[in-house]
Antibody
Framework: QVQLVESGGGLVQPGRSLRLSCAASGFTFSEHAMYWVRQAPGKGLQWVALISYDGRNIYYADSVKGRFTISRDNSQKTVYLHMNSLRGDDTAIYYC??????????WGQGILVTVSS | QSALTQPPSASGSPGRSVTISCTGTSSDVGYYDYVSWYQHHPGKAPKLIIHEVSKRPSGVPDRFSGSKSGNTASLTVSGLQADDEADYYCASYAGSITVFGTGTKVTVL
């Protein structure tokens, strides 16, 4: 079945970097755009980034622009989120999701990123 | 990139209906027919229940329905069941970005 599994989260100090990965299975990965969406503690869902099916078109939320980089490897069926200059307000559960109907349709279980000294 | 506005909470008795609003602007909800709704049980992955304003993915019961008028979209949950108690989020495509709603906690009384 369609599955997305995030990895790479954990505790990181402010100002440091972290890379999240999202491994896809059960569908033709190279045909779908992919999202990263996050949820800070006690807060709602926030769109972070989108990458097109071929990686040529990339978009970011203003809050992460210039610090985060989304990328993908279609041969490995994996999408990545490189996070630099991390701040306390980046603390959140990060979800990857598949695009369908110009909306995230299938989501991973999420991975916790905690930014703290 | 302001969040779409949803009421913080809504409630209803089992078997009754509840409707959640989602208010955006003429640049997102009002412009595009790409409004989606998600059910989110804490600790689990969000689940898509409505896409393109009113379409249900396969497997989603017809108790869930969506609509839109102007800059406001709505989700109605009919025949409330205990398992419907969850957080609900709307989202709208806004031309290369996606904007989520503030979220509504639905309580089944």
């Amino acid at each position: 079945q369609v599955q997305l599994v995030e990895s790479g989260g954990g505790l990181v100090q402010p100002g440091r970097s972290l890379r999240l990965s999202c491994a896809a299975s059960g569908f033709t990965f190279s045909e779908h755009a992919m999202y990263w969406v996050r949820q800070a503690p006690g807060k709602g869902l926030q769109w972070v980034a989108l990458i097109s099916y071929d990686g040529r078109n990339i978009y970011y939320a203003d809050s992460v622009k210039g610090r985060f980089t989304i990328s993908r490897d279609n041969s490995q069926k994996t999408v990545y989120l490189h996070m630099n200059s991390l701040r306390g307000d980046d603390t959140a559960i990060y979800y990857c999701a598949r695009d369908q109907f110009l909306a995230p349709d299938v989501w991973g279980q999420g991975i916790l990123v905690t930014v703290s000294s | 990139q302001s969040a779409l506005t949803q009421p913080p909470s809504a409630s209803g008795s089992p078997g009754r209906s509840v409707t959640i609003s989602c208010t955006g602007t003429s640049s997102d909800v009002g412009y595009y027919d790409y409004v989606s709704w998600y059910q989110h049980h804490p600790g689990k992955a969000p689940k898509l229940i409505i896409h393109e304003v009113s379409k249900r993915p396969s497997g989603v019961p017809d108790r869930f329905s969506g609509s839109k008028s102007g800059n406001t979209a709505s989700l109605t949950v009919s025949g409330l069941q205990a398992d419907d108690e969850a957080d609900y989020y709307c989202a709208s495509y806004a031309g290369s970005i996606t904007v989520f709603g503030t979220g509504t906690k639905v309580t089944v009384l």
